[in-house]
């Protein structure tokens, strides 16, 4: 490996990682602890306040570490490879390529398909039904019939993701719309006066769902 791409990935030790799959879905959020120089390998360890499951990334998984921000700059660092060895509490992940690369999005999103209701901030506009095609920890993209303006103030009251999950009291601003043909908008927005321990619960909520739906594609595809 070459010593630029070792400083890069010393630089970005116990930072949070996003773990995806090759598919670029969120499998766990974690942090690179240890760098082997002579194999290339990485020591990858659960990040601090999250249950992670190895089973999701068993010995042969090819991962994407992403590390946003990295040696204090707006770029991001992947890391790809593959997992070499298993442990109770870290894994250990071969990397084969690393790319370094001007900054992308910001959060992972997890795609949606949620009804739920939402009202105008500062309105007395009774609430709105939309779908939630979409959420990160930094945002939310939504469609609806009603016509809103950038820069309007959208509210979440009492918003469950899913069955037995936390509820959420969430406010947004929209930052960009789109209309397709059919007269349905989409609402890229922007989640504010979050809370941090409220944002850490979501980003676990996120998480578990996105687990979920992994380890049923798996069991579909063992039919």
């Given at each position: 490996m070459k010593k630029h791409d070792i400083n890069l990935i010393s630089?970005?030790?116990d930072l949070?990682?996003?773990?995806l799959n090759k598919d670029n879905l969120l499998l766990f959020l974690g942090r690179i602890t240890d760098l082997d120089r002579e194999t290339d390998e990485i020591t990858l360890e659960e990040y601090h306040g999250y249950n992670t499951s190895w089973e999701l990334a068993p010995v042969n998984t090819l991962?994407?570490?992403?590390?946003n921000n990295v040696d204090g700059t707006k770029k991001v660092l992947v890391l790809e490879g593959c997992v070499t060895q298993t442990n109770f509490d870290y894994l250990i992940v071969h990397i084969d390529r690393v790319i370094?690369?001007?900054?992308g999005r910001q959060n992972f999103r997890h795609g949606m398909n949620l009804e739920a209701y939402v009202e105008l901030g500062g309105s007395d506009e009774e609430k709105k039904l939309c779908t939630i095609v979409d959420i990160s920890v930094s945002g939310i993209g939504i469609k609806s019939e009603t016509k809103y303006n950038v820069g309007d103030t959208l509210i979440f009251n009492n918003l469950q993701l899913r069955?037995?999950?936390p509820r959420f009291d969430l406010k947004c601003k929209i930052l960009r719309e789109r209309e397709d043909?059919?007269?349905i908008y989409f609402y890229g927005c922007k989640f504010y006066e979050m809370p941090?321990?409220?944002e850490e619960i979501l980003c676990q909520d996120i998480l578990i769902i996105q687990a979920e739906e992994i380890m049923s594609r798996k069991a579909g595809s063992r039919i």
């Open positions: 630089s970005g030790f949070r990682c996003e773990v991962l994407r570490v992403r590390l370094y690369k001007e900054e069955e037995f999950g043909e059919n007269e941090e321990y409220d």
